[in-house]
């Protein structure tokens, strides 16, 4: 057994008198995906923010490689990638540009980016401005950015939202590859068949676990 890189002991969350989370464990070791499914409102995200650091528990502990996790940590910061929303886009820098700012700021060289581009089918809009993308091509662009930094978790909130079919084979892609390289996964999805890339797929409903298993025995149909 692998140790756990990730380790999320007795959390709970509320907001006001909602109960979001209720007592989750959870461990992801290096190297593991681990997929979180579940519908709206079951808690995937508020999860996926307290696992990177992004929100506090109300009760229950948050633990990084051994040590408690607070988003201000500079080693969190420098080992945990996240693909969230485009709230973190900067309107006036184009595509290259916003990857050319995350290659300085984690001191990575400049080179992969145009590899990038390229894998994400962005090659096209190197040269453009957030504003001017579909929705896919912003979310190809947050997965370019997580990809080219330095990374040892890796944390996704839905990152098949968006995507035509071929770039949700790609995405797969680069989830299996994730794991090759010893990178932890962590991702929440609405999706049985993105999750069947996972190792572990565990399904949240109203806050709590109710699965937590492989794909085949979480996500085999009724009567199996």
Request: with cysteine; proline share 5%.
């Amino acid at each position: 057994m692998r140790a756990a890189l990730l380790t999320v002991t007795g959390v709970s969350r509320t907001f006001g008198e909602r109960e979001a989370l209720r007592a989750i464990d959870l461990e992801v070791a290096a190297g593991e995906c681990v997929a979180l499914l579940g519908p709206n409102g079951s808690g995937k995200s508020t999860l996926l923010r307290i696992a990177c650091g992004r929100d506090r528990p109300t009760t229950g502990e948050v633990h990084f490689d051994g040590e408690p996790m607070t988003e201000d940590d500079v080693r969190v910061r420098a080992r945990v990638a996240v693909v969230g929303d485009a709230l973190g886009c900067y309107p006036d820098l184009t595509v290259r540009q916003h990857l050319e700012l995350v290659a300085v700021a984690h001191r990575v060289p400049a080179e992969r980016i145009d590899a990038l581009l390229s894998e994400q089918r962005l090659n096209g809009h190197a040269d453009s401005l957030p504003s001017a993308l579909s929705s896919g091509q912003l979310q190809a662009m947050l997965l370019a950015a997580a990809l080219l930094r330095p990374r040892d978790l890796l944390v996704l909130d839905e990152p098949e939202q968006r995507l035509d079919p071929r770039a949700r084979g790609r995405l797969a892609d680069v989830l299996r590859a994730e794991g090759g390289t010893g990178v932890a996964v962590l991702f929440a999805t609405h999706q049985p068949e993105l999750a069947r890339v996972a190792q572990r797929v565990i399904v949240l409903e109203d806050g709590a676990v109710v699965a937590d298993g492989s794909p085949d025995e979480v996500l085999k149909e009724p009567g199996e």
